[in-house]
């Protein structure tokens, strides 16, 4: 089967930093994808990994270990507009020559306070 | 236009009522999804297609959904006799080949 686990909630404070954890079980992998989703609108893409390691794109960084199944999204010097839902998805091979179906966790909903 | 559209944006139906959603993926993108996002949960995929070829169902709850893309770009997903339980956001998503996935806003439906 397939299982992404990620926190439901956190709340972080403005200009701070948070660390949203993601945690996957999966029958294959073609890498890992952060996605931002605010109420209402559609899932945005954030990032990228299917190497270990660390990408950063200006605020946001995501981190990936293939052996431990784990990946973060780091969000640095945090903003009001970052309230959203992140999702953490597993692309996993599927037939007819595609790389492969997203799995999606059930989100995490942050919200920033002042 | 430049992103995925979707529409109705909002749809209400009577149980029992046959409902179609339409997709209009961006421009030359190989790849349609749909996906079912249920209120404070992930999206969970429905179906997949390659260009007009529809290489994985697996995800449709029941044989009340049914999803085509008869030339390869447009697609509809539509489920006949709808139940309280098809309540949810009906997210559809396009990627050029093996790229990342650009979603839509989604229709919103619920079934009374």
């Known amino acids: 089967g397939q299982n992404i686990d990620q926190p439901t909630e956190m709340t972080a404070t403005e200009g701070a930093i948070v660390q949203i954890n993601c945690t996957y079980q999966t029958s294959g992998f073609n890498g890992l994808f952060w996605y931002q989703q605010h109420a209402g609108e559609a899932p945005t893409f954030l990032s990228y990994n299917v190497l270990d390691g660390l990408e950063e794109k200006g605020r946001f960084s995501s981190f990936l270990s293939r052996s431990k199944g784990y990946s973060y999204l780091l969000l640095k010097e945090l903003q009001m507009k970052d309230s959203a839902s992140y999702l953490c998805a597993v692309r996993v091979p599927m037939g007819g020559g595609s790389q492969g179906n997203l799995i999606f966790g059930k989100g995490t909903k942050l919200s920033v306070k002042p | 236009g430049a992103g995925v559209s979707q529409s109705p944006r909002y749809k209400v139906a009577k149980r029992g009522q046959d409902v179609a959603l339409r997709c209009d993926p961006i421009s030359g993108h190989v790849s349609l999804f749909w996906y079912q996002q249920a209120l404070g949960q992930g999206p969970e995929f429905l179906t997949y297609?390659?260009?007009?070829?529809?290489?994985?169902k697996s995800g449709l709850p029941s044989d009340r959904f049914f999803a085509e893309r008869p030339e390869g770009s447009v697609s509809t997903l539509k489920i006949q006799r709808t139940q309280q339980e098809d309540s949810a956001v009906y997210l559809c998503a396009s990627s050029a080949k093996d790229e990342k996935l650009f979603f839509g806003s989604g229709t919103q439906l619920s079934v009374l």
């Open positions: 297609f390659q260009n007009e070829a529809q290489l994985d």
